[in-house]
T-cell receptor
């Protein structure tokens, strides 16, 4: 069964460093998402991406964040200068369609720890 | 704004017990409602969904009914198994101008033999 994959599973970085989280969405999907979950808190939407551009972003997704689909398979989230409060589990998701059932398929997540 | 509230966990049950995990929502209009499950070490998996009032979503013995009058979407299972131990997330998708999902905090279920 097709699945969304994410690498790495755990990333430890120092405050101020840049990190890139990688995702491989399901191959025929067109809509891509990043969510995050700070420990003990809700899963929060960060950004959606379609047709090589951001279609929606939350207030969390400030200038420190960027997303890219550098080739036909990867979808990345970059944090330019990490802060302690960026420590969270980051989930990538993809969907074949925006309308209707909203069936978003999620990856296993990358746990980011900023020290 | 739109939001989802879930009961606090963990929920601890013996095998074959009845499960209810409460979920209520706040939204304008007519959202779609979802339950996602996360097994240890895995991603969020869609468990079931309902797209309009009075719809019942069901999968793997789990059920949830979209109740607009009580703005609820409680998850139920008649007889849980040890393999059901996981974290369960209630979520709302509002359609219209957005496809983002709004999640609850998740409820951890632990089932013991």
């Amino acid at each position: 069964e097709p699945e969304v994959t994410q690498t790495p599973s755990h990333q430890v970085t120092q405050m101020g460093q840049e990190v890139i989280l990688r995702c491989v969405p399901i191959s025929n999907h067109l809509y891509f998402y990043w969510y995050r979950q700070i420990l003990g808190q809700k899963v929060e939407f960060l950004v959606s991406f379609y047709n090589n551009e951001i279609s929606e972003k939350s207030e969390i997704f400030d200038d420190q964040f960027s997303v890219e689909r550098p080739d036909g398979s990867n979808f990345t989230l970059k944090i330019r200068s990490t802060k302690l409060e960026d420590s969270a589990m980051y989930f990538c998701a993809s969907s074949a369609s925006q309308v209707g059932s909203f069936e978003q398929y999620f990856g296993p997540g990358t746990r980011l720890t900023v020290t | 704004g739109n939001s989802v509230t879930q009961m606090e966990g963990p929920v601890t049950l013996s095998e074959e017990a009845f499960l209810t995990i409460n979920c209520t929502y706040t939204a304008t209009g007519y959202p779609s409602l979802f339950w996602y499950v996360q097994y240890p070490g895995e991603g969020l998996q869609l468990l079931l969904k309902a797209t309009k009032a009075d719809d019942k979503g069901s999968n793997k013995g789990f059920e949830a009914t979209y109740r607009k009058e009580t703005t609820s979407f409680h998850l139920e299972k008649g007889s849980v198994q040890v393999s059901d131990s996981a974290v369960y997330f209630c979520a709302l998708g509002h359609g219209a101008n957005t496809d983002k999902l709004i999640f609850g905090t998740g409820t951890r279920l632990q089932v013991f033999p």
